[in-house]
């Protein structure tokens, strides 16, 4: 079992930023895929970023490209994701998930462990 628990969420106007967090317990995801999604209001929910188990690779939609930017620390088996020139578009719940299976980085279907998410709202 691993809980993921984001934080960091709020409302920010465009062009602003805000730093997400996700914190796991109890157990290490030193040795997993992490990876970041979102949702919003009646849509699908969509893949944001991703980060292999040593941080060496990462993966990034191309609507958040050189915008956002995903890390983690594997000491504080922790995960970030600092967001950059929020625009309204990018207003969603942000979930944290991990996968203790082979994963596909962007399919949110290989994940099997999720956070409750964290709202962000980027006012125009």
């Known amino acids: 079992q691993v809980q993921l628990v984001e934080s960091g969420g709020g409302l920010v106007q465009a062009g602003g930023s805000l730093r997400l967090s996700c914190v796991a317990s109890?157990?290490?995801?030193?040795?997993?895929?992490m990876g970041w999604f979102r949702q919003a209001p009646g849509k699908e929910r969509e893949f944001v970023a991703a980060i292999t188990r040593s941080g060496d690779n990462t993966f990034y939609s191309d609507s958040v490209k050189g915008r956002f930017t995903i890390s983690r620390d594997n000491a504080k088996n922790s995960v970030y994701l600092q967001m950059n020139s929020l625009k309204s578009e990018d207003t969603a719940v942000y979930y944290c998930a991990t996968s203790t299976l082979v994963v596909v980085p962007y399919d949110s279907s290989t994940y099997n462990y999720w956070g409750q998410g964290t709202q962000v709202t980027v006012s125009s």
């Open positions: 109890r157990r290490t995801i030193s040795g997993y895929v």
